[in-house]
């Protein structure tokens, strides 16, 4: 734990000079960060392979694009957000100029999960680095052969003063919460997001907590529901449903119930042919042993409370295979729609109208993500209105993620703050005020001791300006 202790104290240091960064050093590291990335993407790929089983398809377009996106947006945009912008000064200090300049926080602490071990680490880590922070990193134990390969491209990318990888269990990210980090970026579930605010709070530390949840899908009545169908089946079990703004449940309209449920089940057959183990090569795997039994106590616990396997569910233990599992005949109090899933079980819920769902949603916590499959725009604009949530997409899912121009976040139970592109800059920045002032300033005339005159000038300071 000492080389904790030096690293740290190695980086407080260099945050000092970091904090003068120019927009060209700080594009160089990143530049140099992409380029090394891009040189390991076989060992990348290997990596995902090893932990979770993914496709290399899968993972080029989650994890390598991710990565090389918002790298290559930071490139392009740094200059114009590190600028000093200026500001209006109200008449009554007409006399002076003000500006905001952006600052470096100093040290930042990411801490990321194992559903995407490479591109929540390294997002994060690009906009620390945008911003002209140090860092350390504790990628997830979950997934041992990406922390290695971070580690990897970390030490041969950047001195150990300016970002460092630590890898180990439980008791490295605590010592690592004991330390004043500036601020700490934590990706994970809410029950480990308060344990991290708790520890925050001890030094008044900046957080953006990237948290979870369960993610609502609305079905409507207007909805296209091929199109619906297509989309909820593929972004709910891409990474196996382990996507923290996956498509939780379904909440349908009872007159299109049965229309939804037919082509979840015509989309999986198509996406799955073969079974389960022939899907193997396509479909992730659960992450580890403790989820898998999860999952399967999961979806056996739904059933004997009265759902129905409307499709899927089959198990392989070995390397950890939960087949797409669509549900009916769910009810609200189904312990499936208690707790976030995480994992490749969709149930669907048949409600009267869309009334009934915004109710259900209003009811429970605020989720990451919502998502709205409707073709009347009123009906978009209702829910819009009348729901609250980290992020809300219209006739598709999860893909809001994708555009660095949006801030991804969440709010209260699933997650504080938000990032990507400039909010990523912003949440690892002090926006400093500055103030100019003159010698000319009219208050001089306001000075002790207060008579009947100035009394009468801060009144009318008061009604006119």
């Known amino acids: 734990m000492q080389a904790i202790n030096n690293v740290f104290k190695a980086q407080q240091a260099k945050s000092l000079s970091l904090r003068n960064s120019s927009a060209k050093e700080r594009k160089s590291k990143l530049k140099l960060l992409l380029k090394n990335f891009l040189q390991m993407e076989e060992e990348i790929l290997f990596a995902l392979s090893d932990d979770l089983g993914k496709s290399k398809t899968e993972a080029m377009l989650a994890e ?239 059933v004997s409370a009265g759902a129905e396997i409307a499709y899927g569910g089959e198990t392989s233990q070995s390397g950890l295979y939960l087949s797409p599992a669509i549900l009916t005949g769910v009810s609200y109090e189904n312990p499936i729609m208690q707790e976030e899933i995480f994992g490749p079980i969709l149930p669907v819920v048949k409600v009267k109208n869309l009334e009934e769902s915004i109710d259900y949603v209003n009811n429970k916590e605020k989720p990451l993500a919502l998502y709205l499959f409707s073709k009347k725009s009123s009906v978009h604009k209702k829910v819009l209105h009348d729901t609250s949530s980290g992020g809300m997409v219209i006739n598709d899912c999860v893909i809001h993620h994708m555009n660095p121009n949006l801030p991804f976040g969440g709010v209260n139970n699933s997650g504080v703050g938000s990032y990507h592109g400039k909010f990523g800059f912003d949440a690892f920045s002090h926006q400093k005020a500055v103030l100019k002032s003159s010698s000319l300033s009219p208050f001089q005339i306001m000075l002790p001791p207060y008579t009947k005159t100035k009394e009468v000038l801060a009144n009318l300071i008061k009604k006119y300006f």
């Open 64 to 302: 390598i694009y991710g990565v090389k996106a918002e790298a290559n947006f930071a490139i392009k945009n740094i200059n114009g957000w590190m600028k000093t912008k200026r500001v209006a000064s109200p008449v009554a200090i007409s006399f002076s100029k003000s500006w905001v300049k952006p600052e470096p926080k100093g040290n930042i602490l990411i801490i990321s999960p194992w559903n995407y071990p490479i591109m929540l680490c390294l997002n994060p880590l690009i906009a620390a680095i945008s911003s002209g922070n140090t860092a350390i990193i504790k990628p997830s134990e979950l997934t041992p052969a990406s922390g290695e390969l971070l580690k990897k491209l970390i030490e041969k990318t950047f001195s150990p003063d300016e970002v460092s990888v630590f890898l180990g269990e439980k008791d490295v990210a605590q010592k690592l919460l004991d330390l004043p980090f500036n601020h700490i970026m934590f990706t994970g579930s809410p029950q480990v997001g308060k344990l991290v605010m708790e520890a925050a709070s001890k030094h008044l530390a900046g957080l953006t907590l990237e948290l979870g949840g369960k993610s609502p899908v609305i079905v409507d009545k207007h909805a296209n529901i091929k199109d619906a169908a297509w989309k909820i089946s593929f972004y709910k079990f891409a990474n196996a449903g382990q996507t923290c703004t996956a498509p939780d449940y379904i909440l349908c309209d009872e007159t299109v119930h049965a229309d939804l449920v037919s082509a979840l089940q015509k989309n999986m057959m198509e996406f799955f042919s073969g079974g389960i183990d022939a899907a193997k090569k396509d479909y992730c795997s659960i992450a580890n042993e403790h989820h898998f039994n999860r999952l399967q106590d999961a979806l056996k616990n739904s």
